[in-house]
């Protein structure tokens, strides 16, 4: 009976051993595939945002062949190019495809909706690399006595780059948080339309934003502490992660000094007549309402035009004279000495309104943004949703 099912054990011993090895490879050579396209994907876009880094194709292939499968390096059939083993390309979501380009600049992000974004293949968000043991096949054990000599064997993963979700500690640049609601219109991120926040008073329905000191404690039961907003304005941005999906501290009213710092500070950085370009977080505010917490779901980067002084000012005496317009890359001027007349055509020129469609009133403590519509350096890890700025960190997608 031994000797008969001889040839049968030794079966066994092939498929477990040779099987169980195999499945080490596999395994290893997809580790191989994910750390070079994670690598890679980091590296995806410039520094700057202004274009797709050609370059991200040799860090992910030297990423990839610096790793060992079964002991062994690594195959990858790249040499140059966006073709072969490494390739740049878009990643859709409702297809679950990639499809590889060479394109290099970056599609607009605004007056865009998620779905036509997806389906846009010159839209660059991913990087694809396949990792092998083919020029160098796996050695099998017992499985050679049935003519198995070795197994080739091949990995594939995708990296995507999504959007800035989690920021890391000095990402956003003041303690201020923008409400979703009023950088979309008709479900899309849009930066043809200036808000308004209200520092003086909660607006209910009105609110495109308010005060945060960042704090993600547990549902924000400590509130948003005024000392320390205070102590961030014009410093060096959020302290610790600003995580994604976590709700955190805000305060839509009014937090006694803050808004005369934050109006020295900008005019310090722009003399009042220059934007100032801020990245900050983007909250989920219902209905247009801010509470005491809201979930973080992105990041927004927005050019301030303009802060009112903290006092009534019933005669426009401080309304703007002069102010660069970043969408047109033109001034607008008005040497008219009635400043009512001066504040009607600025809200005008920068097309500032409130949420519900009306045009933003001269308020004492307003600060008035625009969304901004130019490509942005990366940041954060992928995850947000799209208000313009691409994340730095990718995810694997497959």
Same mark, same amino acid.
């Given at each position: 009976?031994?000797?008969?099912?001889?040839?049968?054990?030794?079966?066994?011993?092939?498929?477990?051993?040779?099987?169980? &090895?195999?499945?080490?490879?596999?395994?290893?050579?997809?580790?191989?595939? !994910?750390a070079g396209c994670l690598a890679g994907a980091r %590296?995806?876009?410039?520094?700057?945002?202004?274009?797709?880094?050609?370059?991200?194709?040799?860090?992910?292939?030297?990423?990839?062949?610096?790793?060992?499968?079964?002991?062994?390096?690594?195959?990858? &059939?790249?040499?140059?190019?966006?073709?072969? !083993?490494?390739?740049?390309?878009?990643?859709?979501?409702?297809?679950?495809?990639?499809?590889?380009?060479?394109?290099?600049?970056?599609?607009?992000?605004? !007056?865009?909706?998620?779905?036509?974004? +997806?389906?846009?293949?010159? %839209?660059?968000?991913?990087?694809?690399?396949?990792?092998?043991?083919?020029?160098?096949?796996?050695?099998?054990?017992?499985?050679?006595?049935?003519?198995?000599?070795?197994?080739?064997?091949?990995?594939?993963?995708?990296?995507?780059?999504?959007?800035?979700?989690?920021?890391?500690?000095?990402?956003?640049?003041?303690?201020?948080?923008?409400?979703?609601?009023?950088?979309?219109?008709?479900?899309?991120?849009?930066?043809?339309?200036?808000?308004?926040?209200?520092? &003086?008073?909660?607006?209910?329905?009105?609110?495109?934003?308010?005060?945060?000191?960042?704090?993600? +404690?547990?549902?924000?039961?400590?509130?948003?502490?005024?000392?320390?907003?205070?102590?961030?304005?014009?410093?060096?941005?959020?302290?610790?992660?600003?995580?994604?999906?976590?709700?955190?501290?805000?305060?839509?009213?009014?937090?006694?000094?803050?808004?005369?710092?934050?109006?020295?500070?900008?005019?310090?950085?722009?003399?009042? #007549?220059?934007?100032?370009?801020?990245?900050?977080?983007?909250?989920?505010?219902?209905?247009?309402?801010?509470?005491?917490?809201?979930?973080?779901?992105?990041?927004?980067?927005?050019?301030?035009?303009?802060?009112?002084?903290?006092?009534?000012?019933?005669?426009?005496?401080?309304?703007?004279?002069?102010?660069?317009?970043?969408?047109?890359?033109?001034?607008?001027?008005?040497?008219?000495s009635n400043g009512q007349v001066r504040w009607n055509s600025f809200v005008q020129n920068?097309?500032?309104?409130?949420?519900?469609?009306?045009?933003?009133?001269?308020?004492?403590?307003?600060?008035?943004?625009?969304?901004?519509?130019? #490509? &942005?350096?990366?940041?954060?890890?992928?995850?947000?949703?799209? %208000?313009?700025?691409?994340?730095?960190?990718?995810?694997?997608?497959?």
């Amino acid at each position: 009976m031994v000797a008969l099912l001889i040839l049968v054990f030794i079966g066994f011993a092939a498929v477990a051993i040779d099987i169980g &090895h195999l499945i080490v490879v596999r395994n290893e050579l997809q580790n191989a595939a !994910d750390a070079g396209c994670l690598a890679g994907a980091r %590296f995806l876009y410039r520094d700057d945002g202004m274009a797709v880094n050609e370059n991200s194709n040799q860090i992910a292939y030297e990423a990839t062949i610096a790793n060992k499968s079964d002991k062994t390096p690594v195959d990858v &059939h790249w040499t140059a190019g966006n073709t072969g !083993d490494v390739e740049r390309g878009h990643w859709s979501f409702a297809t679950r495809t990639f499809t590889p380009t060479e394109l290099t600049p970056p599609v607009n992000l605004w !007056d865009v909706s998620p779905e036509e974004l +997806d389906a846009n293949p010159a %839209f660059i968000n991913a990087l694809r690399v396949k990792a092998r043991r083919q020029d160098t096949p796996s050695a099998s054990f017992f499985a050679r006595i049935f003519g198995y000599e070795n197994f080739s064997l091949s990995r594939e993963a995708i990296t995507y780059i999504g959007f800035a979700g989690t920021l890391a500690p000095g990402e956003a640049d003041q303690p201020i948080a923008i409400c979703r609601e009023s950088l979309l219109v008709n479900g899309q991120y849009t930066c043809s339309t200036g808000r308004m926040i209200t520092n &003086h008073e909660v607006v209910a329905g009105l609110e495109s934003g308010g005060w945060t000191d960042f704090n993600q +404690d547990s549902a924000c039961l400590t509130g948003t502490n005024a000392e320390t907003v205070r102590s961030l304005i014009c410093g060096s941005g959020n302290p610790e992660p600003v995580i994604l999906g976590q709700s955190i501290a805000i305060n839509g009213g009014y937090i006694e000094f803050a808004h005369g710092q934050l109006r020295t500070c900008w005019e310090a950085f722009t003399g009042r #007549t220059r934007p100032w370009t801020l990245t900050l977080p983007v909250i989920e505010c219902p209905g247009n309402n801010i509470g005491n917490c809201a979930s973080v779901v992105g990041a927004v980067t927005v050019n301030i035009v303009w802060i009112n002084h903290w006092e009534n000012d019933p005669l426009y005496s401080e309304a703007p004279w002069r102010m660069e317009n970043p969408r047109t890359g033109t001034t607008w001027s008005s040497n008219n000495s009635n400043g009512q007349v001066r504040w009607n055509s600025f809200v005008q020129n920068f097309n500032l309104q409130n949420v519900d469609g009306s045009p933003a009133p001269y308020q004492r403590r307003g600060v008035y943004f625009l969304p901004d519509c130019n #490509t &942005h350096q990366p940041r954060g890890r992928t995850g947000g949703e799209n %208000f313009g700025i691409m994340a730095k960190i990718p995810v694997l997608a497959k």
